[in-house]
């Protein structure tokens, strides 16, 4: 596989990873601007603009968007998270060209029109409503505003409300999207069977139309912890206990996600053997560590009946204690092993391949070497992961998220006692 990058004059990053034996490709663009880089009164626009973008252009109406990409048996979405947007296309190697101009058309010509708008806006408030029928979604959601309170951007639901989406005009759409879609802000990533001067060739002649102005950073992110306790009139309890994680760049970021596999990471994790196989609390039980650019959370998600939810969270406060204590080299090499075939597998899919390259350009300023990465595994220690744990769970306020049958849950005071957090977090 070879990674070829160029940079045209406004800024926009071409990148590919060429895939010689492969008859298709994944392509797509790639945005520094999600749900963190609205302003109160944008709450869910990002997500929404994402939505327009496939509702017609000066050249494609919506129907002509979906069948010009489906005559060809290509796929085309998008997606936004909390810190970008991405618009991609899967095709055969002949149509790269092709998809690459119909994602041009959707940034650069789409018309918002009106019409469209009032009928996409209901499509999105069912979409809130069905994340709110879905406890399993909707704890998420909550865990995120509840560890980073205060209206920070970053701790609100990238969906929006309903006063917000229905609120919205097609000139805010436009304004928000003339704001945040800059050069500097955008990667054009392929992988597979696509031609890196070819590409590059099109987007000069095309992608160069965006502005070359370096738009200004999301507002700081700050980690409160918090509680969010929703009782409800469910079958079975949804909960994330969760903690202050690490940022992509700081050096625990890979030791956290190590954390995050010996505990949580599979069948043969720490949680997974003592609260499901052992104990028979739940269906299933993970851990998991989000790296944003300025912060982070480590959680654990797990779902049980009422009547043992005080002992799966006894359960899980024993095994972060122990973290701190009793990691062995053992479960240290087979994290590094989940992560290492997590990472070569990827290599062998042309949408992941995309995503992931596009991802660290935008985080780091350029591809990251899955060799590089590995160098920064395995030069952790036991005695590191260890420390990080004992900082983790015993210096940081927790959060608490849980929706449901969930009335006899512990509460944070309870688990800030039981972790033994320093009395000047615990009166925070």
């Not at 359960?315 to 204590?325: A, D, G, T, V």
Request: proline fraction near 4%.
């Amino acid at each position: 596989m070879s990674v070829n990058i160029t940079k045209l004059k406004n800024g926009l990053t071409v990148v590919t990873d060429s895939m010689p034996h492969l008859e298709s490709a994944a392509l797509g663009v790639w945005i520094k601007s999600g749900s963190r880089n609205e302003t109160q009164d944008q709450h869910g626009i990002a997500h929404l603009l994402e939505h327009m973008a496939f509702k017609g252009t000066k050249n494609r109406t919506a129907l002509q968007i979906a069948e010009e990409i489906e005559n060809v048996g290509g796929e085309l979405n998008a997606a936004t998270s909390i810190e970008t947007t991405a618009y991609y296309a899967r095709v055969l190697k002949p149509e790269v060209g092709h998809a690459a101009d119909i994602l041009y058309d959707i940034l650069a010509n789409s018309t918002f029109d009106e019409n469209e708008l009032t009928r996409e806006k209901h499509v999105i408030l069912q979409e809130i409503g069905a994340s709110l029928d879905s406890p399993d979604d909707l704890v998420f959601d909550n865990f995120q505003s509840a560890a980073f309170t205060g209206s920070q951007p970053i701790g609100r639901p990238i969906l929006g409300t309903p006063d917000t989406v229905e609120g919205f005009s097609t000139n805010q759409i436009r304004e928000y999207l003339d704001a945040h879609y800059h050069g500097p802000n955008m990667v054009l990533s392929a992988a597979g069977a696509v031609d890196h001067d070819a590409l590059v060739k099109q987007a000069e002649g095309t992608y160069s139309n965006f502005a070359n102005t370096i738009t200004q950073d999301a507002s700081p992110a700050t980690y409160t912890g918090g509680e969010a306790i929703l009782e409800d009139d469910f079958q079975e309890a949804q909960v994330v206990l969760g903690f202050e994680g690490r940022a992509y760049h700081v050096k625990d970021f890979y030791a956290s996600q190590l954390l995050a596999t010996i505990l949580g990471g599979g069948m043969s994790s720490r949680l997974f053997q003592e609260v499901r196989e052992k104990h028979g609390l739940c269906y299933s039980i993970s851990s998991f560590h989000w790296g944003f650019s300025d912060s982070g959370v480590f959680g654990i998600h797990a779902a049980t009946g009422p009547e043992d939810l005080q002992e799966l969270i006894s359960l899980i406060l024993k095994e972060l204690q122990r973290s701190s204590e009793d990691i062995i080299q053992e479960e240290l090499d087979r994290a590094r092993a989940q992560i290492r075939s997590g990472l070569l597998m990827s290599m062998e899919s042309p949408a992941a391949r995309a995503g992931q390259i596009a991802r660290q350009i935008l985080l780091f300023g350029r591809p990251i070497p899955n060799d590089e990465l590995m160098e920064r595994l395995d030069a952790l220690s036991v005695e590191r992961v260890r420390d990080l744990a004992g900082r983790i769970f015993h210096e940081s306020t927790p959060t608490l998220a849980a929706i449901g049958p969930v009335k006899d849950i512990p509460r944070l005071s309870d688990i800030k006692q039981s972790l033994g957090i320093k009395q000047s977090l615990a009166a925070e």
